[in-house]
């Protein structure tokens, strides 16, 4: 049989995927201060004037320190189990029915996040149209969230993907593409919503001193702690401005193994490449070898137990990461303060829970600042959009058994969606029960009730592991053995001490997470069903 001429190959798209450098430690620091600063920051001189300038200043310092304890809490166990994503790590550590929850949680505060938006887009645009046509009936807040949320925003949520919001095109031929391509879909938008928060902020500072230099400008209403129920109602604000907890796992992984804030990357190669490829094999060869784990590792004894902690077991990594979140956490509290102090010594009395309504129509600098911020959340909106249809995606697969990816649920998703954000943003004109809401229930179960639930398991297991080698201990041999050793030692007897529960201080460090979430739930649930007193 005759050779036929050999068909020609089909050419074929080739993708390589490259994996992402390791970030700094200062692009790391920057990372999570982005991740933090958000819409809350419009909130805050609305809750120093709940507390007192004074009370919010301590309110603020006190809620930095105990949010950067649980973006330790889930650092720590994002090494210790190699999880990736926040979701992750409370589906390995909590179990299939917590990591459900979680994505419910997870739900409610995107969609609550969505309508916030929303409602900033009304109070926005709502002076911008005033200013330009006067006062008509389509120049009215509500015209102005229904014609901008329909025209602009509900269009762009029915892409499938974020890069459908580039309108980026297909790869073709050899294309290198980074392993978080979905991550850098939103890069833009992110830094977008950086320069509009610079934007806003510099403004109300600018316009807020100005304010406070004229002549007369009264500071009768100020003052320093505010003693009366409003107080509680601050909190859940305050709270739901620091939420950066569901990026900081992503942020852990993506930092360089050796990081440095106050060292330069070019010192740290310099002095890897003195130690010679031999030595760094060797390394390397040696974190392999220690992995992430799935679980809690059960050790030789009950001594080696009680004397093992979760400081004694820190890398250098997660004490880089320590400093990471230490420093963004300390200037993102720097910058609630400036912010807040300065737009309640500007409204001591009025001060709006969207700051950015307490200020006239006749201020230019503020114009643009509304303007700038309303043309983010346009974008952001379908960015935060996302990840929400996801979770519900993956809700219902686990209600149902089946899985909800085609056209007509992505639609029909979008349109109930955006339809149910824009009825509450219509129908409600307080910007603070909305974060009240959301950042006392679900901030608080993400940023308190979860990372208290992990240090909990993880205190039981110990626990539950601790015991199980005792009964070999109890042997007699084993017992004569340890005796003599003791007797070698020092002429002492060893004293097995095993590791209580009761005694340990990350159980009832997770219980009193706990129970924190608990309280400012319910008194966020509280501030908004009951009108408070005012002092």
């Known amino acids: 049989m005759a050779d036929g001429p050999t068909p ?31 819409a809350g920051i419009l909130t805050l001189p609305y809750a120093f004037r709940c507390t007192g300038w004074v009370a919010g200043l301590a309110c603020i310092a006190a809620v930095a320190a105990l949010m950067s304890f649980t973006l330790y809490i889930l650092s720590r166990f994002a090494e210790h189990t190699g999880s990736k994503t926040y979701g992750a790590l409370v589906h390995t550590m909590l179990g299939k ?6 994505g419910a949680v997870k739900f409610l505060f995107l969609f609550g996040g969505c309508t916030s938006y929303l409602m900033i887009l009304g109070d926005s645009f709502h002076p911008l149209l005033l200013q330009a046509f006067g006062e008509r009936w389509w120049t009215g807040r509500d015209a102005a969230i229904i014609a901008v949320g329909t025209i602009c925003i509900f269009p762009l949520c029915l892409r499938t993907s974020l890069g459908g919001l580039k309108g980026e095109a297909r790869p073709h031929r050899c294309t290198v593409l980074p392993r978080s391509t979905q991550a850098t879909r939103s890069l833009s938008v992110s830094s977008m919503a950086v320069s509009s928060i610079v934007v806003v902020v510099g403004a109300v500072l ?28 601050a909190l859940p604000l305050i709270i739901f401005s620091f939420v950066c907890h569901h990026n900081v796992i992503s942020v852990f992984n993506e930092l360089e ?40 590792e059960s050790l030789p004894s009950p001594l080696a137990l009680s004397q093992r902690s979760m400081r004694h077991l820190k890398s250098s990594k997660l004490r880089g990461m320590v400093w990471v979140i230490a420093v963004s956490m300390s200037l993102v509290a720097l910058l609630y303060c400036t912010i807040g102090l300065a737009g309640y010594l500007a409204f001591p009395a009025d001060a709006n829970p969207d700051i950015l309504v307490s200020f006239g129509c006749t201020n230019m600098l503020m114009q643009v600042a509304r303007a700038s911020i309303g043309l983010v959340l346009i974008a952001s909106y379908p960015v935060v959009h996302f990840p929400a249809r996801a979770a519900i995606s ?13 056209k007509a649920f992505i639609g029909a998703e979008a349109v109930v969606f955006f339809a149910s954000t ?12 909305v974060f009240k809401l959301i950042g006392g229930t679900c901030g608080a179960m993400l940023v308190l009730a979860l990372p208290g639930a992990l240090l909990m398991q993880y205190a039981c297991s110990k626990h539950r592991d601790a015991r199980q080698p005792l009964a070999l201990l109890r042997e007699p041999l084993l017992v004569a053995a340890a005796e003599e050793g003791g007797g070698s030692n020092g002429g002492s007897a060893v004293t097995w ?4 529960l009761w005694c340990s201080r990350l159980f009832w460090g997770g219980l009193a997470l706990q129970l924190l979430a608990a309280a400012v739930a319910v008194l966020s649930v509280a501030t908004i069903l009951w009108d408070l007193p005012s002092a």
């Open 8 to 38: 020609p190959l089909r050419e074929l798209a080739t993708v390589l995927i490259e994996e992402p450098p390791p970030s700094s430690a200062a692009s790391s620091t920057v990372t999570m201060m982005n991740s933090a600063i958000g």
């Open 97 to 102: 029915q917590a990591s459900i929850g979680m």
């Open 206 to 233: 600018f316009s807020s001193v100005r304010r406070i230099r004229r002549p007369e400008h009264s500071w009768e209403g100020v003052r320093a702690f505010n003693p009366s129920l409003e107080f509680f109602g």
């Open 257 to 296: 193994s050796h990081p440095s804030l106050f060292r330069p990357s070019a010192r740290r190669g310099a002095a890897a490449a003195a130690r010679g490829p031999q030595q760094q094999q060797q390394e390397q060869q040696g974190q392999e070898r220690q992995g992430p784990v799935t679980s809690y």
């Open 394 to 406: 993956e809700l219902l697969h686990h209600a149902t058994g089946r899985q909800f990816v085609g």
């Open 422 to 433: 824009l009825a509450i943003a219509v129908r409600c004109t307080d910007l603070g029960i």
């Open 497 to 500: 001490r095993v590791y209580s």
